[in-house]
């Protein structure tokens, strides 16, 4: 992964550090998730065309955020919300993110069921992202409606370490930065267990997925259990899915240390029960969550240091 530098605490201190509480609080890196996997465009306003999500980065960027996460969807007429592993879509999507907001760091999901990840390994190359996701576990994917049904047929979401160590050499093959995403209690210690095996390189970036039904709830009093069981000079972040219970989660994450994301892939509502059609007043919303816990918000330039540092 290139040039890890040690540098000294104070402003460059990670939260689960044992210094802790004696020592300033580092710079939020705000993401924005700009869309989502499945959400159907036709029903939700959720970007699709390359313009589309150039609009809504540019929104978020001027709302605080340093990073997006993207996925990529089919743009076929009417095939939006299915998504699409197509090379050149990615390719599209972030030379168009990137000619809107040139500093702009992008976060790319890789999530795909089965062991085969050479699409979105070729979509790794074209795009050549900063950060990208590595899903560090499996997890059965449920909901369950009010009346007794499931929402859609339960799912597997197959990750088995072989497959996340292939995905894994092959961003370090390419200098991008995993980012953990961690759906259960059990996978943010598997991510432990990455690093002392070498899977992973320190300083690993841990992601809490909360609020998916057969995954770790979207509660603010998990989360101190959750930081103790992070190895040593973890990065960590939030990844709040649900409504407006989500805020609190976000909050608590500020005032702890974590690093914060929020966008229409993860909530359509504000902490006001008030859904929005846009990513701009969500970053907003995660700006000022930052400004109440005493927090700063990092530029890009802070972002790309932060991200690579090791203590
Ligand atoms: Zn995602």
Not at 12 to 31: D, H, Y
Not at 69 to 75: A, D, G, M, S, T
Not at 294 to 310: N, S, V, Y
Request: proline share 7%; aromatic share 6%.
């Amino acid at each position: 992964m290139g040039t890890h530098r040690k540098i000294s605490l104070p402003g460059g201190a990670f939260p689960n550090s044992k210094e802790q509480a004696s020592l300033p609080a580092m710079k939020a890196i705000v993401t924005c998730a700009l869309t989502g996997v499945l959400t159907d465009p036709a029903r939700h306003s959720v970007p699709v065309t390359p313009e589309e999500m150039a609009e809504e980065a540019r929104r978020a960027y001027d709302a605080g955020a340093c990073m997006v996460h993207v996925h990529f969807r089919r743009q076929e007429p009417g095939m939006g919300r299915l998504p699409s592993w197509e090379p050149d879509v990615a390719g599209d999507i972030c030379d168009a993110i990137r000619a809107r907001c040139p500093d702009m760091l992008i976060n790319m999901s890789t999530g795909v069921v089965g062991p085969d990840i050479s699409a979105p390994v070729a979509c790794l190359e074209r795009v050549k992202p900063e950060m990208a996701a590595l899903n560090a576990g499996s997890l059965n994917y449920l909901r369950a409606r009010s009346n007794g049904t499931w929402a859609w047929p339960p799912m597997l979401f197959d990750n088995a370490v072989d497959k996340i160590q292939r995905f894994a050499d092959a961003m370090t093959g390419m200098d991008i930065v995993p980012e953990c995403e961690c759906f259960d209690t059990g996978i943010v210690r598997s991510v432990g267990l990455f690093e002392q095996v070498g899977l992973l390189k320190s300083p690993v970036h841990i992601s809490l997925v909360m609020g998916v039904a057969s995954g770790m709830p979207a509660k603010a009093s998990w989360l101190p259990l959750l930081v103790e069981e992070m190895p040593a000079g973890a990065h960590w972040q939030s990844i709040v899915i649900g409504r407006s219970e989500i805020w609190d989660v976000h909050q608590k994450t500020a005032e702890l240390g974590g690093h914060l994301r929020t966008g229409l892939e993860d909530t359509f509502y504000l902490a006001n029960g008030d859904k929005v059609e846009s990513n701009g007043p969500l970053i907003e919303a995660l700006v000022q969550v930052a400004r109440d816990a005493g927090r700063e918000i990092a530029t890009p330039a802070e972002a790309r240091a932060l991200i690579r540092e090791t203590h």
